[in-house]
């Protein structure tokens, strides 16, 4: 998206300049935001939609072991972290018998805790905001100049129709998958892995309490889960079809699939407040990174929802990208920034496997009649090495945790 010089210069438009423009308000962004204040870095957060809006999103719920260390390594934790820790439990149902296995990996340090993602998003924002962060929201039309060079621009249109550029030493690309920092860089530069797992999932919303521990359900009916997402407040998880029709799941249904599949015929119903269907999908750009852009979060990559792993992937770059910043700005050191998309990739395509592993075990141990029934084996001796391996359990519990010789970089 090359500008035309007249463009950024025209008077008519107030310039204003800063070290970071970050690129959108959800977990990644406003974890960048947090971080580089910490360390005297200034930036500007925009925002395209409303602060009511950005904050009620509703989405992920655990924050993993290492994404809780990494806020406390930088002194937030207490004030960005909300819900409970979690128990260092999941439990499996596997035609209705239960299994427990470890997600804690037993080390010394905070533990993963059960936050529902508009409850950080919102704490994010306070501690941003309450430090005299910079956060405009309703900002539109922002389109990214000159991001090759090495004082790039960027502009949009404000909450009240005014057109500004802020010109910045880096721009941090942290507006999702459909936002506009990706779509800057040029065709060819960045290759795309996309996977389609041809699963859907109808995901559930309402006002029952939530189970004491986060449960994963298998059986011939199809897979089924219940997570906490607050103390009254359960998200619920079903297979379907990709293209199923929600309105299909009439409340009746949804509740008698729940108990069928989660081996529960008592299990309490309450008002659906939330009700979607989604394709289970995957995607990985590589680079993260293109001139002084620096892509963070679900910008850069989708991970298929199973393990929990896309807010913490998106804490994850957030926490590199800071420290790149803070070293180039304080030492003049280019090198983490020159590394960021490399290490980051090295993650991403980690908790991918994690995330491609776990789906096809729990999909193809409950689906004879989708994967074949020669998955169906693969996948039931899987869970049975889980429930019955010290070793596998350990491994499974490392990666749950997100915890690896990479994340005890020291800051
Ligand atoms: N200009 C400004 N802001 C934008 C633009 C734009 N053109 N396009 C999108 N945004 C904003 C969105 O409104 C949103 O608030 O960018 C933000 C992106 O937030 P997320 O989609 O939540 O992405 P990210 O912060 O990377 O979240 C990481 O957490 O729960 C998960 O599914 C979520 O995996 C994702 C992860």
């Known amino acids: ?50 602060q009511a809006y950005v904050t009620q999103r509703q989405r992920a719920g655990i924050v993993e072991t290492r994404a809780v ?29 239960r299994h427990l ?69 880096f721009v941090a690309g942290c507006d999702g998958d459909r936002g506009i920092s990706r779509a800057s860089v040029p065709d060819g530069v960045l290759t795309a892995h996309a996977f389609d797992h041809g699963i859907g999932w109808l995901t559930v919303l309402a006002d029952t309490p939530p189970p004491p521990r986060p449960l994963l359900a298998v059986s011939r009916h199809g897979y089924a889960a219940h997570f906490s997402r607050g ?18 799941w009439t409340d009746p249904r949804v509740w008698e699939a729940l108990r069928t599949r989660l081996g529960d015929p008592a299990l309490p119903s309450g008002p659906i407040t939330e009700r979607e269907i989604f394709r289970l999908r995957s995607l ?10 620096h892509l963070v979060g679900d910008a850069a990559h989708i991970v298929s929802p199973m393990g929990g792993k896309g807010m913490n992937l998106a804490l994850y770059d957030a ?13 003049g050191d280019d090198g983490p920034l ?3 998309s490399r290490r980051c990739l090295r993650r991403v395509w980690n908790d991918q496997e994690f995330s491609h592993w776990l789906t096809r075990t729990l999909h193809d141990a409950g689906d004879d009649t989708g994967a074949g029934s020669f998955h ?36």
């Open 1 to 50: 998206m090359a500008a035309k010089d007249g463009e950024l210069t025209d008077p008519a438009i107030p310039a204003e300049s800063t070290t970071v423009v970050v690129i959108g308000a959800g977990p990644a962004g406003l974890t960048v935001a947090n971080l580089l204040r910490r360390c005297g870095v200034d930036c500007v957060v925009l925002e395209c939609r409303t």
């Open 69 to 97: 260390r990494m806020f406390d390594a930088w002194g937030l934790a207490d004030r960005v972290l909300g819900g409970v820790p979690s128990d260092g439990t999941l439990e499996f149902r596997v035609d209705g018998e």
């Open 101 to 169: 296995v470890s997600d804690g990996d037993g080390s010394d340090g905070p533990q993963a805790r059960i936050c529902p993602q508009q409850v950080l998003v919102q704490k994010l924002m306070a501690a941003y905001l309450d430090d005299g962060g910079d956060l405009r929201f309703e900002a539109a039309d922002v389109s990214l100049h000159d991001l090759t060079g090495d004082r790039p621009t960027v502009r949009y249109r404000d909450a009240d129709g005014e057109l500004r550029a802020i010109a910045c030493a």
């Open 231 to 248: 103390p009254h407040t359960s998200r619920y998880y079903l297979q379907c079809p990709p293209d199923d029709d929600p309105k299909a």
């Open 284 to 293: 990985v750009h590589d680079p993260m990174q293109y001139g002084r852009l």
């Open 319 to 331: 926490d590199l990208f800071a420290r790149a910043v803070r070293d180039f700005v304080r030492d």
């Open 338 to 340: 020159r590394t960021y």
């Open 376 to 411: 169906r084996g693969l996948a039931r001796a899987r869970l049975d090495r889980l429930f019955t391996s010290r070793a596998a359990d350990g491994a499974f519990a490392e990666l749950m945790a997100g915890l690896d010789p990479e994340a005890s970089t020291a800051h």
